[in-house]
């Protein structure tokens, strides 16, 4: 059975109608199938320019004493993270290193100088990079900047596949050259990734997920409690809600469109939000205009944002 949708265009709501998502979905895929060519020339170069490779398994394991309100934290710079929820009280990391060199020399030079962060403070585990690169958040103006630090002639990815409490809240970062997925959470969560997509699986709770480049798809097993936002620059949004879903969406999106299945839907009057910066000649005033809906009897916001890329809102089939 075909599913019908509701375009929302500029704020308007069209009658429901055979959806013409068709079109656009094919133009997705076949901005993704470039997209996906791409990516593997550039990995088969990245092989071809680092032939020299080491690789090491880590795991790691935190019990915990209370789940809830705990917190994993992972900030990553190169490779993808996998996290998935279970019946258990520890924290189970399985790590996969890899660097890769263009000379065995600068391959030890790698092997010496990266170091790893791995830390439990009460029920929260962290883990991250502390040289040559310290990938924690950190005041980038107190002199420890990027363009101050010895070239790196290597790279180092590190792939991590966790599983934690169901009950975990999770915050977890990548950069580059990885996809982030998180499955059967129900704490909240904080997604972040800049080259590469994030995939959400049986969420329950307040989320936020961003990337640059790449798709963000989820969907929730019950109704987000909290706030919810997702960002992308360059890719497409879904996100699959139960059939009783009941919240505020806020849209905005320079080239695509937002679309639905959901059929009790209003569309909210246009907000104008005015901001004001004070200038040396005057004051100048920026204007922002926001498309919001209301499903259901509204309640909770959830703001979606992207510039190349449509919006997909849907109900669990």
């Known amino acids: ?34 997209e996906k060519q791409r990516e593997e020339s550039r990995q088969e170069k990245i092989k071809k320019e680092y032939p020299e490779v080491f690789s090491e398994h880590i795991s790691k394991q935190y019990l915990l004493q209370k789940t809830a309100g705990s917190i ?3 900030y990553n710079l190169e490779g993808s993270i996998k996290v998935e929820g279970y019946s258990g ?13 263009k000379t065995k ?37 107190t002199g420890d900047r990027w363009e101050n630090r010895k070239k790196i002639e290597y790279r180092c990815n590190l792939s991590y596949t966790v599983k934690v409490p169901f009950d975990m809240n999770v915050r977890v970062s990548t950069v580059n050259d990885g996809e982030i997925l998180v499955k059967d959470v129900r704490g909240n969560l904080n997604v972040s990734n800049v080259n590469g997509g994030v995939t959400v699986v049986n969420a329950k709770s307040a989320t936020r997920a961003s990337t640059v480049n790449g798709p963000i798809t989820i969907n929730y097993l019950s109704n987000p409690a909290g706030d919810c936002s997702y960002h ?31 059929q009790n839907v ?11 910066d004070k200038k040396s000649d005057g004051t100048l005033y920026r204007i922002n205009k926001n498309s ?26």
């Open 89 to 101: 009280d520890k924290v189970l990391i399985e790590l996969d290193k890899t660097i890769s060199a």
């Open 292 to 317: 919001d809906i209301r499903i259901g009897s509204g309640g909770k916001l959830f703001k979606f944002e992207t510039l190349n890329g449509n919006i997909y809102i849907q109900k669990q089939s």
């Open 105 to 141: 020399n600068v391959l030890e030079e790698g092997k010496a100088e990266i170091k790893l962060g791995f830390e439990q403070i009460g029920d929260s585990v962290a883990a991250y990079i502390i040289e040559p690169w310290d990938t924690r958040p950190h005041d980038w103006s």
């Open 1 to 34: 059975m075909k599913t019908l949708f509701i375009p929302l265009i500029a704020g308007l709501l069209l009658s429901c109608i055979q959806t013409p998502v068709k079109a656009q979905d094919n133009k997705e895929k076949a901005r993704e199938e470039r």
């Open 266 to 276: 209003e569309v909210l009057p246009v907000k104008v939000n005015i901001t004001k």
């Open 232 to 262: 992308t620059i360059n890719g497409k949004i879904t996100v699959t809600y139960p059939n009783d879903l009941s919240a505020d969406l806020q849209f905005k999106s320079m080239n695509g469109a937002y679309y639905t299945d959901f």
């Open 72 to 74: 994993l934290t992972i």
